[in-house]
């Protein structure tokens, strides 16, 4: 019976969450107010390890796609970071990236039609707060029409900069 709910879900276009954990996790995504255009994910991360782990969590959950971004997003995303990311998907950027940076490659990626949603990543580090790169970030992502998530992490250290993503009504994730 399991397959046949599956098939039936598939074909009416909704996805099917097996815990109870992940029914709260698509009801934050359902409560952003965007819609979802597609399956094609790009995510960009200041921990190259995370995003490969969160690209590899993508393919083996078969729910969703990595995005291929155009040659225009990749000449911008190299003007802005220089050649220094591997020039795909997950998009590295440097361990202390700014808000403007991150802000400015949402810009980027939101153009791409490539692209059906931006999950940003940030990835702490000793120098700086997660919440030093959120604040100033919130107002951006509020006006972004592109379904964008996020995933600050860090068990403590992320805390208040998760907590301000929730109240400006953004979802965001461990």
């Known amino acids: 019976p399991s397959e046949i709910y599956d098939m039936a879900f598939q074909r009416a276009g909704m996805l099917r969450v097996r815990t109870i954990e992940a029914l709260f996790h698509a009801a934050r995504t359902l409560s952003s107010g965007k819609t979802l255009r597609g399956d094609r994910l790009i995510i960009v991360s200041n921990g190259t390890s995370a995003g490969v782990m969160a690209a590899d969590a993508l393919l083996a959950g078969k729910e969703g796609n990595l995005a291929v971004l155009s040659e225009e997003s990749c000449a911008a995303i190299d003007e802005l970071l220089g050649r220094n990311w591997i020039g795909g998907n997950p998009v590295g950027i440097p361990y202390n990236a700014d808000a403007a940076t991150y802000a400015e490659l949402v810009n980027i990626l939101a153009r791409d ?6 999950l940003l990543m940030h990835v702490p580090y000793s120098e700086s707060s997660g919440l030093a790169v959120a604040e100033p970030l919130i107002a951006h992502l509020k006006k972004v029409k592109r379904l964008t998530l996020l ?3 860090g ?3 992320s805390t208040a900069a998760r907590h301000l993503f929730d109240l400006s009504g953004l979802p965001s994730y461990e």
Not at 113 to 118: E, F, R
């Open 113 to 118: 039609k490539g692209v059906d949603a931006i």
């Open 151 to 153: 995933s600050w992490m």
């Open 155 to 157: 068990a403590e250290s």
